[in-house]
């Protein structure tokens, strides 16, 4: 069984910076994409970042481009989402999610995601 578990989540002031890390256990995880989506209250599921098996592709949102970088290491089996110019608006739980056999284009659709964790709260404060 995979297990995909987030941390790092906190309340921080508006233009601090963050990160988050993800950790999975019980599958291959160099042959996962892996994707970071966010959620807040009443509001859908939103892309927020996406990266290949190998780590040498990534892609952003809009929102988030420029300010958020996603990063992996395949020998701790560990996925990174470091925030920076934090905005009230980034204001969400953000959930790390793996894409089984993900060989082919990144992502942006939680459809296509098998493996989620269960989250971690980010709070940015005006």
């Known amino acids: 069984q995979v297990h995909v578990v987030e941390s790092g989540g906190d309340l921080e002031q508006a233009g601090s910076s963050l990160r988050l890390s993800c950790a999975v256990s019980?599958?291959?995880?160099?042959?996962?994409?892996m994707g970071w989506f966010r959620q807040a209250p009443e509001k859908d599921r939103e892309f927020v970042a996406a990266?290949?098996?190998?780590?040498?592709?990534?892609l952003y949102s809009d929102s988030v481009k420029g300010r958020f970088t996603i990063s992996r290491d395949n020998a701790k089996n560990t996925v990174a989402l470091e925030m920076t110019s934090l905005k009230p608006e980034d204001t969400a739980v953000y959930y790390c999610?793996?894409?089984?056999?993900?060989?082919?284009?990144?992502?942006?659709?939680?459809?296509?995601?098998?493996?989620w964790g269960q989250g971690t709260l980010v709070i940015v404060s005006s």
């Open positions: 999610a793996a894409e089984r056999y993900g060989y082919g284009d990144l992502k942006i659709l939680p459809q296509h995601y098998n493996y």
């Open positions: 019980g599958g291959r995880f160099s042959t996962y994409a």
């Open positions: 990266i290949n098996l190998s780590g040498s592709t990534t």
